[in-house]
């Protein structure tokens, strides 16, 4: 099987060319062309002619997207829009990779995949502008939804936390938000179980939730540090963008396709610890 991957020097993607060593894949990095570029994101992918492309390039700066929206939209809105129509012209199914902040964190409960869609952030609103072009452009897509994303080879929650431990006695943490923590090793496992099966709309994330402060204590637990950790309001924590209160991900497509649902989010936590150090 012959794959591309956009976005390949990325957290995800370093990860899926880890794990996806049974096909021949392509990596792609804005090295080799332009996503925004319409003209040179057909022509390269029309001369590499993958069977499933995996588009996992993004801007995911979500405060940066929220000072500077245009960027968000040129990259998750029209970068999407130009790799589904290179997609759409040589027949190739595309995995679009999206976030839980579509969603506007409302509800009490998990969201589904068929949930309605509201995000209240500039970088929420460019990716589901992607899932739109997605969607209106190709007929054979999977939509992955991933939340918290955490991975050996790029900016995250956990890297940045324990370095604030070992600077500061105190660290201040959100209490008021909560979702599922996921490891980028493991949402490129099951995307690799997934891509053959039935396309559509897919949440993928760890199982179970926490909060922020949840998060940061378990990391702490883990690491043996005993900074005290001291958890916050989001109204205190000011920030460009707003976070949604609630975005866990039911991971329900996949327990209908009959694909493993991932582990907990604390053992995930706990093995790219050991792998880190």
Known sequence: MRIA??????MLGSDITKVFTDVE?????????????????????????????????????????ENNPDKAFLVNGIGTRNVAIAC??????????????????KKKEPYNEWD??????????????????VTSLTNRFYIVRTSWLYGKNGKNFVDTILRLMSERKEVEVVD???????????LAVTLREL???GFGIYHISNTSQCSWYEFALE????????????????????RPAKRPFFSVLNN????????KGLRHWKEALKEYLEQST
């Open 176 to 186: 008021d938000q909560k979702g599922s923590p996921t490891y980028t090793y493991d």
């Open 252 to 259: 329900t497509m996949l327990r209908l396709e009959g694909i």
């Open 25 to 65: 894949l392509i990596t792609l990095t804005l090295r080799d062309f332009d996503i925004t570029d319409l003209d040179k994101t057909k022509k390269n992918i029309k001369e590499i002619k993958p069977e499933y492309l995996i588009h996992a390039a993004a801007y995911t700066d979500v405060d940066g997207s």
């Open 116 to 133: 309605i869609s509201n995000p209240i952030n500039k970088y929420g609103l460019s990716k589901l502008i992607g899932e739109n072009f």
């Open 195 to 197: 891509i053959g099966k």
């Open 88 to 105: 759409q012209d040589i027949n190739c199914p595309i995995v679009y990779i999206s976030t839980d902040y579509v969603f506007d964190g």
């Open 5 to 10: 991957l956009t976005g390949s020097d990325g």
């Open 219 to 238: 990391i702490a637990k883990l690491k043996g540090m005993n900074t005290n950790i001291k958890p916050i309001t989001s109204n205190k924590f000011k």
